[in-house]
């Protein structure tokens, strides 16, 4: 692009450099002509999607040529009731993803800040630069701490200021796997500015089985600059249809609801997300597998001397005790892919998204042979 050009692109955008998301299987496929692949990089659902969503696909009767209902209103209501609020409450979005950047959109700019923790979620940065906001990355935990390479809450709270227009928190974190406890998040909104929104991305919150919130409706009832986000990309095994969705005061939504694209859902994704809300089956039987495999997968890296991160999403990051980018490319070699975490300050580090056991075994046996 001529530089005449390239200057004119917004300085926050300038800055920028794009996501860079878990290898495709496809793409290592072409590379290394490799036929058998298994993906630990993308925190997917190893049990594959929701049943009830497959049986709603396949029931399809939409009419593709009408636009999809941009209110999205029975969905809207659907997830309404699973929490206990208001449709006012709900913004749908095209992958929580949506939600995040509307957030950055409406309360963030040039001249604003957005505060996050080290170690946290690549698209914060992203969408609060997007807009000409600086990003304040507060230091996490070191890694002797309680939790390593967790939120430090006190000092992310010390570092907002008046100018703050967000506060972007994953609980559970990605791409750490930790996470703060219900009392230490209540304390911590008590204390934020009524002006400074905190957006809590709970992307991984169904596979916590401790200090899990109890009730976070009740905290929306409590705190008028909370947003709340969830995805079906997860638990829901729907990451490929985009569907995710905001929790938030009426006042607020409306805000998001504004500049929200007038039919960023997908009649195919209001569809299937709307069968799947309902399939407490398949969210029990995922929500037992990861725990299992994840205490199994932990123990199994234990064994090894390779020290883990405590995790209570469906991904664990352990310390490769040496630089991670080469083992991550030997295990590429072995047809698997997980995580390298170089771009998310952790070098050392790996993500293995928690697969079924064979998935979980053939990682093990490739990191078996790759480090000796
Ligand atoms: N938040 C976190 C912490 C995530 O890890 C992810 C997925 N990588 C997302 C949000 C976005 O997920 P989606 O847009 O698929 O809902």
Redesign the pocket.
Known sequence: MPKILSEQAHAGIRGLSAYVPGKPIEDLKRELGLSSIIKLAS?ENPLGTAPAALDALANFGGDLYRYPDGSGFELKHQIAARHGLDAACVTLGN???DILELTARVFLGPGKNAVVSQHS?A?YPIVARAVGADVRAVAAFGPGADMPYGHDLEAMRAAIDENTGVVFM?NPN?PTGTWVTPEALEAFLDRVPPATLVVL?Q?YIEYQTQDAVAAEASWLARYDNLVITR?F?KIFGM?ALRF?YGLSSPAVADFLNRIRQPFNVNMIALHCAAAAIDDHDFIARSVASNTGQRARLAEALLERGLRCLPSQANFITFDTRRAARPVYDALLRQGVIVRPLAGYGLPNHLRVTVGQTAENDRFLDALGRVLG
Do not use: K, L, M, W
């Open positions: 925190n992958g929580s993803d979620f698209v994953a990605n991305d992307a995805t990309s990451a995710g």
